[in-house]
């Protein structure tokens, strides 16, 4: 396996901006490392939400997060402001793979890489379900990789 390395923004074509929260820094002065999969998952959302139709309240479909990592490159500290760029690596029938990089304000290499998947299932059963529509000409919008 080859050693993780850090991501540019040319590499992705949807950002959002993520402002870090005084609460967020931990004991040795920088951003705990579970927050960070707090702001994947909130700009993966807000992107499905916006772009894909999602209605997490209502909707007959949600995605569960089934796995997710993260490497990590260089401290993030409040009051940074962030801008997180979206991408998707893999798409599936029912499963979706995000890498989200974590970018300093004018920096252009990322701070931080996150994986995530997401299985769309249907609410009541939370069986896999299809991802059609609206949700996968979103999710395609952003596949970056060759499945």
């Known amino acids: 396996m080859s050693k993780p390395v850090p991501l540019s923004r040319n590499e992705f074509s949807v950002f959002f901006p993520v402002q870090t929260r005084w609460a967020d820094n931990d004991i040795y002065g920088h951003v705990n490392n579970v927050t960070y999969y707090a702001y ?9 939400i916006a772009e894909g139709g999602l209605d997490i309240h209502h909707g007959n479909v949600v995605g569960f997060i089934v796995e997710s990592k993260c490497n990590f490159f260089a401290p993030i500290a ?7 760029g979206v991408r998707v690596k893999h798409l599936g029938n029912s499963a979706v793979t995000y890498e989200v990089g974590l970018f300093k304000a004018e920096q252009q290499e990322s701070c931080a890489v996150g994986n995530m998947t997401h299985v769309f299932v249907e609410r009541q059963s939370s069986r896999p379900v299809k991802i059609d529509g609206l949700l996968r000409n979103a999710l395609s919008a952003l596949l970056t990789y060759t499945n």
């Open 78 to 84: 409040f009051p940074d402001e962030l801008f997180a």
């Open 40 to 48: 994947f998952d909130s700009v993966i959302n807000r992107y499905l």
